[in-house]
């Protein structure tokens, strides 16, 4: 039976074949899983700090995917990181009850002081469950609760800016 079309291009190789081995140990370890696609991705990001552009074809070769299925599932979730993690990641919470309780100025204050860093990453998340506290944010994965520019500054003394 004859193909029609071109056929798939092969993978390129990975730029560094050592995490690409341990990328390809991990998936495999979770291949049989039900619904791995999800575990694998996060085991990578909490192994390495981030997917890896060369990681979506090692996982889709083990997972038997496509490169497209791993690259929708990846992009698609916020906490799968395709970029290596800076020092230090404020996540404010941008929903209506923060919305309310004046999140905007926060997030125009952090937005300002970190724009452009390289040590410093400012994002947004729609709800921390921390309503009654708003306006909310987390400052490198711990949760504050009525945060103002102010309080922002003091929490973050010392951060590069």
């Given at each position: ?45 909490q ?9 979506v074809?090692v ?7 496509s ?8 992009t ?9 993690p ?18 905007e ?57």
């Amino acid at each position: 039976m004859r193909q029609r079309g071109p056929s798939p291009a092969p993978a390129p190789a990975p730029a560094d074949p050592g995490r690409a081995a341990a990328v390809r140990a991990l998936a495999e370890g979770m291949a049989s899983m039900r619904g791995p696609l999800l575990p694998v991705l996060h085991a990578v990001v909490q192994q390495h700090g981030y997917v890896h552009d060369d990681d979506v074809p090692v996982v889709a070769d083990v997972l038997n995917l496509s490169r497209a299925d791993v690259l929708g599932v990846l992009t698609f979730y916020h906490d799968l990181r395709r970029t290596p993690p800076t020092a230090h990641r404020v996540t404010l919470c941008r929903a209506e009850a923060c919305q309310a309780r004046g999140a905007e100025a926060t997030v125009a204050a952090a937005t300002d002081r970190w724009a452009g860093s390289t040590d410093v990453e400012v994002g947004e998340v729609f709800c921390l469950g921390n309503c009654a506290l708003g306006p909310s944010g987390m400052l490198d994965g711990a949760l504050h609760g009525r945060l103002t520019p102010d309080r922002l500054d003091a929490l973050t003394e010392g951060w590069p800016a």
